[in-house]
């Protein structure tokens, strides 16, 4: 037991030998966690300081950094992957966040009925793993099969179809819109959950004062929702910096065509492993992963110490 | 209830959105499931319709079942989300337990500490993982797996169950102390049965993440042996991307699992959402 307390510092300030039973409750989570997740974040963000020099690993500063942001094939496939990322997380803030805030605003119009049936059926693409959604998705759009150009042709749109995800000038936004379908349920639960938050008073008041219908909905409901809209902005975020495996199932780890959906993932599977002709780089993947994670740390504190403490709260 | 006055025309017309929108949401896998039960040619002629007795054919999950270890896979995928889901529940409920319940130097800090990873994502310490997990010899192993799973499970199961916890009566558990309970009684005994539902709703949290995983799998444990359903999906997929029928059952059979266990658990996951459990 001893050697659990000396192995943990943070637990070390409550030696007392009569409250043994707190350390026996936190040592088995701490050690997993620590040793799974937090050790080894930290020595991928140590290895990205370190490369190998002449056939022995050796500290080498910032250079790594310097090779990825310099380097002409490196730093043009970064600020791809950067840019597409980008893009990915703003149609998600775009398409996916508005039309769950839409349904989780019908849903919880009181007395809607099949309204558990709908809310039910919404959320069953984002149990579903990224290799389901992305072959079905692929099936569905493709042009052999016929279904796109098929529905499409009972509207009377039939000249809108083309191979969608082929096309590098549309395959990221069809790639992005896939991955909205299978997520839009996550916005939609939890706004779902904050509109049933606010008390019936509340309501009753505005009703009182003559605000009904579309004007209850933007004067009183989405204040008092943005801060849950915060939240799942913030998780789209992490999300969406983090994404990989839709990509993958869907594009491949070129994340073709010609790189038009590689995004911050694959770039750093495919840099970490190595594909095709080019060599796996343990060195250059910490360094991409360490990129990664500061873009996340940086987007995250954003949101804890700026717009969070912005926003209003109410309390009820 | 003044909002009863919503016109006709008006809720007509949200139902007329809501029954689109669901359609959109269900139309893919629908559309999967009816053509993983047609002939070849069937699925081409006529995608949409529903298989009738002379399109019937179960060619598809032939071919699946006859080429890769479905079943294999499947115990994989089960083993690593039942042991990943246990071991979570339990150290997760442990630490939220020592969190919630006794006062101590560094216990906001330690709060924090495992918070850490709601927010960061375990991915980017892959290659250190990796290099940690070739240098415990636990490569292509189901263990690895399990690891990397109850680390990350771990923080949002104790944030939500210290939530939790910290409801749980302290008259009912002093009660206890007074009768002489150990902490460990009053833990496992007085506390773990009260908190059941909100264990009910991390496993549902955990589950689905771990049960859809590609990337572990893919880079820790790619072996024949070890493949869990996800992967073994993708890579029968790839091998026989023009085999339509054989694709489109082994969707399918990658599908019902988790539909079947939705069904079983939804009302439990909408409660969780709904009661705030993830606020």
Redesign the interface.
Known sequence: MSDIYTADPAIVPIKRPTRWHIAVFLAPAVLVYTAIMILPLIETLRLSLYNLVDGQTAFVGLSNFATLFSDPRLSASFWNALGNNLIFFVIHMLVQNPVGVALAAMLSIPKLRFATFYRTAIFVPTLLSFVIVGFIWKLILSPIWGIAPGMLDVVGLKWMFAPWLGRPDSALITVSLISVWQYVGIPMMLIYAALLNIPEEVLEAAECDGITGWGQFWKIKLPLILPSIGIISILTFVGNFNAFDLIYTVQGALAGPDGSTDILGTLLYRTFFGFQNQMGDRSMGATIATVMFLIILAGVSLYLFVIQRRIRRYQF | ????R?SLV??GL??L???S??L???F??F??LINSFKSRNA??RD??AIPTPSTFDLVGYQTVLAQGDFFGYFQNSLIVTVLSIA?VL???A??A???SE?R???NL??GL??A??I???????????L??MVAAGLVNTLTALV??Y???G??LA?FILSEFMRNVSDDLKNAGRIDGL???AI?FRLVLPLVRPAMATVAVFTM?PI?????FPL?LAPGEETKTV?LG??MF?GQFVTN?NA??SA?SL??LP??VL?VIF?RQL?RG????A??
């Open positions: 209830m003044a909002k009863a919503t008006r809720s949200i139902h959105a809501l029954i929108y669901t959109i949401a269900l893919p896998v559309l999967t699925i081409f995608p949409m071991l339990l150290f997760g442990m630490a337990f020592a969190l006794y101590f130097r560094g800090l330690m500490y495992l850490l990873g927010m960061i994502p375990i991915r980017l310490g892959t290659v250190a993982i290099q940690g690891l990397v109850t680390a990350q771990l923080p104790i150990s902490e460990y833990f689905i049960w859809n995983d590609l990337w880079i996800t999906a993708q997929i339509w694709v489109l969707l990658a599908i988790v539909l939705y939804s909408i959402i709904t009661s705030g993830v606020k």
